[in-house]
């Protein structure tokens, strides 16, 4: 059966919204990344140890692209409020938890191999977007086509 212009033209503006959403959470990724990197350098300007700067900065780089994923990336899929926002949020938390984990699962493995951890780290970085990513699309904030409901 021959696809009139019409069922073209929807199929393709579909395809380039969700191109767009993964553009838009590769930027708020990158930021997040930024922000991350420059607390962690600024704590340790200030003489805070690496290890609670690490954590500190991980955390403000979360809250930030929590921020960007809920207004700019999924905006139309977030929860309005209530314990539907809380869950999100929780959720949201998780999956970061999740890419922390395969962070430092890559970066680990490869070390302990003999590897770069240099090289780990841009692989895991790689791996860990690709799975939070994911994630946060089906599970965070899906949307009525992705099938789990918040």
Do not use: C, N
């Amino acid at each position: 059966m021959r696809e009139v212009p019409m069922q073209a033209a929807l199929r393709e503006i579909a395809r380039k919204a969700k191109d767009r959403r993964f553009m838009l959470y590769f930027a708020a990724s990158l930021a997040a990344l930024a922000v991350d990197a420059a607390s962690f350098l600024a704590l340790l300007r200030l003489g805070f140890g690496a290890a609670g700067s690490s954590v500190l900065a991980y955390g403000l780089g979360i809250g930030f692209h929590w921020l960007m994923s809920s207004r700019a990336v999924f905006l139309d899929r977030v929860a309005m409020g209530g314990h539907q926002r809380t869950r999100q949020k929780a959720l949201f938390v998780l999956s970061a938890l999740v890419g922390m984990a395969i962070t430092v699962s890559i970066v680990g493995g490869i070390e302990r191999l003999g590897g770069d951890p240099r090289l780990a780290k841009g692989v895991a970085i790689g791996a860990s977007f690709f799975a939070t990513y994911w994630l946060r699309k089906r599970v965070v904030f899906p949307g009525a086509a992705d099938g789990v409901a918040v």
